[in-house]
């Protein structure tokens, strides 16, 4: 038998620019390393990679996935749980299938099983610049003090050009799109009501658009879990007459039954949800009738190991997936590997301004993007690594563990 290659060395990188993300390098004792990275939650993930994940991880066979997953969401404090723990073990998870598939010299899509399709449908999701990682202060986007950052600023257009945003997207090559108009009176009531005047402020780029475009875009409701039933079923009976694509998180994913009860609403498709965890938290939803595609993020519900475990679960209910992603370019790399594996993924997250923007500061390949598909190339692993600015800036902070 061949020798095992151990785990000698993990790294965690943390950027000025991006405070809410965790970057991590996982190294073997044969000169290979793997790449994943983590949104939220940064001090006490890089906290608990560095004392618990090193602690266990290192010395070990890095080519034992399965038993390094099981062994460290037992240390999450609850199977559940998409807390700093999670967060760690999922980009502990995906540089480890990147690692794996450099070993091998395999893409990490054939290592999951191979290819279902060749490109994966994408939607964009109309998030500006700032949006998520390091929001700037002052005026909100959508008002007449806002200033754009540059022509992707698409969290601005949605509130104040809709029909100009959808145009812009179907010029490229996109054929769907995400926005949350709704999300700008919620605090008004912390979400317990939405007035007349409200409801129709939120439906009009729905309607624009739709008067515009007809179905050539369709377009996702995001809800952001802000509202009470009452008040997310009253938005989705406004919204519907203009043929949405789906009302995404209408509740708050801590209550399954009012979750179905939405769903039961309306003849629209609900989607549920990157806010839930590990494969115990999608089977009750399953089981409950609570939603029609099930989404999750791989940066927290963790990562790719566990990411297609829910797939397939998923898959035996009848529910297809739409991996979320608007939060880092290993993630959205990893995304697009295993939608192209599952056979139940119909369509993946994309926000074209990080695109054109930061994702491609800090690696060096994305997923080419182009007509309304995703596609990868067949390098090893999930064929990307760190650029020489991402690695050379001085805004970069680094703390290794070894043995």
């Known amino acids: 038998m061949a020798k095992s290659p151990r785990v000698v060395k993990i ?16 190294h073997t004792d044969d000169g290979l390393y793997g790449i994943g990275e983590t949104p939220g939650s940064a001090e006490p993930v890089h906290a608990f990679i560095h004392a618990d994940v090193s602690e266990y991880l290192l010395g070990k066979d890095a080519s034992q996935l399965d038993l390094h997953w099981a062994s460290l969401a037992k240390m999450t404090g609850g199977m559940r749980s998409k807390g700093a723990e999670m967060r760690a073990l999922s980009a502990i998870d ?32 109309c998030a500006g610049y700032p949006f998520y990682l390091n929001p700037t202060k002052g005026p909100k986007a959508g008002s ?16 104040t050009d809709p029909v100009g945003l959808a145009e812009s997207l179907h010029a490229e090559g996109f ?13 008004k009531t912390n979400g317990q009501f939405i007035s007349a005047e409200d409801l129709a402020k939120g439906t009009e780029p729905f309607r624009l658009i739709h008067k515009a475009m007809g179905d050539r875009m369709e377009i996702a409701v995001e809800m952001g879990q802000s509202w009470n039933l009452p008040s997310a079923i009253k938005i989705a009976q406004a919204v519907t007459p ?17 979750l179905a009860q939405f769903r039961k609403s309306t003849n629209i498709p609900t989607i549920a949800s990157e806010n839930v965890s590990t494969r115990w938290s999608f089977r009750e939803m399953f089981v409950n009738q609570a939603t029609d595609i099930c989404m999750f993020d791989l940066g927290w519900v963790g990562g790719i190991s566990e990411a297609k475990r829910i797939a397939t ?10 991996p979320h992603d608007c939060v880092g370019p290993i993630a959205f790399m990893a995304d697009v590997h295993l939608s192209l594996n599952v056979p139940n993924a119909f369509i993946q997250e994309t926000v074209r301004s990080y695109n054109a923007t930061w994702y491609k500061d800090i690696v060096t390949a994305l997923p080419k993007v182009e007509n309304g598909y995703a596609s990868v190339s067949d390098d090893p692993g999930l064929g990307l690594d760190f650029t020489e600015k991402f690695l050379k800036s001085d805004q970069l902070t680094v703390q290794v563990s070894e043995l």
Do not use: C
């Not at 790294?11 to 996982?26: A, D, M, Q, S, W």
């Open 313 to 322: 679960m998923a898959e035996s209910f009848g529910i297809p997936i739409a």
């Open 94 to 125: 995906i540089a480890l299938w990147d690692l794996y598939g450099k070993r091998m010299g395999q893409p990490t899509y054939n290592m999951l099983g191979g290819l279902s399709r060749d490109k994966i449908k994408v939607y964009a999701t």
């Open 11 to 26: 790294e965690t990188f943390r950027h000025g620019e991006h405070p809410g993300l965790v970057f991590v390098k996982v």
């Open 175 to 187: 054929r769907a799109m995400k926005i949350w108009p709704f999300s700008q009176f919620a605090a």
């Open 144 to 159: 007449g003090d806002f200033i754009p950052a540059g022509p992707y600023d698409d969290e601005h257009s949605a509130l």
């Open 242 to 258: 203009f043929k949405p694509m789906w009302f995404e998180d209408a509740v708050q994913m801590d209550n399954l039954d009012a």
